[in-house]
């Protein structure tokens, strides 16, 4: 599976876009990238998934490049809620998910 | 619709005891999976299970701990003997299909081994 590189930390100010970006330079033609977020003591919840095309659903827009190789998670409107590590998995649509160390992601007021 | 169920969500032991954890997928779901989160990583898979059957055990570390979803619905893992590095969250994931299909994760029970 293609590895996944995010920055370790996020900061973003309430009631505005946070961009989360994720670098996958490997990610083959049939892998998938998803998003996950683990709010705290919670188990991780799905957010989106794309192959080529952006995606968007009501939690968050999934931006990714031409070529592939990185992807942006937008939630457009960052809460407090939104606080949480988020994580960026490339995968198969039928392999299992390699989770990564992901984002923690500070949504401030 | 109900989610994923696990219980208990906080267990203390000695280690050399013996734990068992228990999950209740979605109703419907095939895909049953066990991972474990150990403080400040990722999860990490540990078994999955399609209907009563294991598609991957290849990171269960077979020695201490093993599991089971003998009727294709809820799961028990379980750990024996514990070792202090088993302190852990054990997450618990079902989803719909085989692979590839989003995966809905319970709260977790979180481990600490003594």
């Known amino acids: 599976d293609a590895k996944t590189t995010q920055p370790p930390s996020m900061d973003c100010a309430e009631g505005r876009a946070a961009n989360l970006p994720c670098n996958h330079s490997?990610?083959?033609?049939?892998?998938?990238v998803y998003w996950y977020r683990q709010i705290h003591s919670q188990g991780p919840q799905y957010i989106i998934h794309?192959?080529?095309n952006n995606e968007t659903n009501e939690m968050a827009s999934l931006i990714i490049t031409e070529d592939r190789k990185s992807s942006t998670l937008i939630l457009p409107h960052a809460t407090l809620r939104d606080t949480a590590v988020y994580y960026c998995?490339?995968?198969?649509?039928?392999?299992?998910?390699?989770f990564g160390a992901g984002t923690r992601l500070t949504v401030k007021p | 619709e109900a989610g994923v169920a696990q219980s208990p969500r906080y267990k203390i032991i000695e280690k050399r005891q013996s734990v068992a954890f228990w999950c209740n997928p979605i109703?419907?779901?095939?895909?049953l999976y066990w991972y474990q989160q150990i403080l400040g990583q990722g999860p990490k898979l540990l078994i999955q299970?399609?209907?009563?059957?294991?598609?991957?055990d290849s990171q269960l570390p077979k020695d201490r701990f093993s599991a089971e979803r003998l009727k294709g619905v809820d799961s028990t893992l379980k750990i024996q003997p514990a070792k202090l590095e088993d302190s852990a969250v054990y997450l618990c994931?079902?989803?719909?299909?085989?692979?590839?299909?989003?995966?809905?994760f319970g709260p977790g029970t979180r481990l600490l081994v003594l």
């Open positions: 998995i490339v995968r198969p649509r039928d392999n299992d998910m390699r």
């Open positions: 994931a079902s989803s719909r299909l085989a692979g590839g299909e989003t995966q809905y």
């Open positions: 490997t990610i083959s033609g049939n892998e998938y």
């Open positions: 109703s419907g779901h095939a895909t």
């Open positions: 794309g192959l080529k």
């Open positions: 299970f399609q209907n009563n059957g294991v598609v991957d």
